[in-house]
């Protein structure tokens, strides 16, 4: 498996508004796409933790090339204090009960 995380810093203000955009260009999409997972946003505002889990890297790649992330930084523009941090992971460990 392969997890791309993203980490966003919100400015004053625009937390709230700046998760639900996630929402509607990110998480709505990735649930759709082929080798999709899991799609987690964690939040420590005015921080947030986006989490996507893809059955390889190839299918992750082919999300980020519907444009997702251009039409989401469209919109988040004005909300963030700087671009966002990518970091990808692959699974070493896991377990679920």
Do not use: H
């Not at 649930?31 to 890297?57: C, D, H, Y």
């Not at 992750?60 to 988040?76: D, H, I, P, S, W």
Request: glycine residues 6%; aromatic residues 12%.
């Amino acid at each position: 498996m392969y997890t791309a995380t993203m980490t966003y810093n919100f400015r004053p203000g625009s937390f709230e508004e700046g998760c639900k955009v996630w929402e509607e260009e990110v998480f709505n999409l990735a649930k759709e796409q082929p080798g999709f997972i899991r799609m987690q946003l964690l939040v420590k505002p005015p921080q947030a933790l986006a989490m996507g889990t893809w059955s390889s890297n190839s299918c992750a790649r082919k999300f980020m090339e519907t444009g997702v992330f251009k039409r989401l930084m469209a919109r988040l523009e004005t909300m963030v204090v700087s671009r966002p941090e990518q970091t990808i992971w692959d699974l070493k460990l896991f377990a679920e009960k």
